[in-house]
């Protein structure tokens, strides 16, 4: 398995701020991605967290919006930029291990006002 | 692309009661299939896995059979309990790219 810890846990944000979220890995992982979880549904692709170089965004993200740093290969921080309630959301980083197995840190939660 | 689907709708039922959650997938190649579940204000955790057909995953009495014929991986428990009302969610590793359903939330009445 995998130990993934996030901070912030939660925190709660004013409009056009925006906020950074960290993870570390136990170990070193290859491949690291950021999802998305909205209220009540299932999870989205942000990026692929790619280790010293820039991220790699599914359709409808932007580096802009969303900018990812991968210094090593057990960290990652994701922010979210210019923040508008429509961002308030689960916030969640992944690892894959070798196993085929994703790994789930206990998310962040996000509330915009 | 690679796709799963789950059956629509929250699913309620009384304790001790069988559970199936259904889950059908789309794939090119030979995914290996996944069940996560995510407790109310958690994050998700694996539950169980199968790399191949006719695997069966198996974990705190839920199973799931990779059945290729049918492309589903059907989540199966004989009597749950209250601590079992969470989130469920159907994934698929095809070559690196991971998709999920939609989840299913289950809630266990006393």
């Known amino acids: 398995s995998a130990v993934i810890s996030q901070k912030p846990s939660r925190d709660i944000c004013q409009r056009g701020t925006s906020l950074t979220i960290q993870c570390q890995v136990d170990s070193q992982v290859t491949m690291m991605f950021w999802y998305r979880q909205q209220p009540g549904q299932s999870l989205t692709l942000i990026a692929t967290?790619?280790?010293?170089?820039?991220?790699?965004?599914e359709s409808g993200f932007v580096i802009d919006k969303f900018p990812i740093s991968r210094p090593n290969l057990t960290f990652s921080t994701l922010t979210v930029s210019n923040m508008s309630p429509e961002d308030s959301s689960i916030y969640l980083c992944s690892v894959l291990k070798n196993t085929g197995e994703l790994f789930f840190g206990e998310g962040s939660r996000l509330t915009v006002l | 692309g690679d796709s799963v689907t789950q059956m629509e709708g929250p699913v309620t039922l009384s304790e001790e009661a069988f559970l199936t959650i259904n889950c059908t997938y789309t794939a090119t190649g030979y995914p290996s299939l996944f069940w996560y579940v995510q407790y109310p204000g958690e994050g998700l955790q694996l539950l169980l896995k199968a790399t191949k057909a006719d695997d069966k995953g198996s974990n705190k009495g839920f199973e799931a059979t990779y059945r290729k014929e049918t492309t589903s991986f059907h989540l199966e428990k004989g009597s749950v309990q209250v601590s079992d009302s969470a989130v469920y969610f159907c994934a698929l590793n095809g070559n690196n790219r991971l998709a999920f359903g939609k989840g299913n939330q289950v809630v266990v009445i006393p």
């Open positions: 967290a790619n280790q010293g170089s820039e991220a790699t965004y």
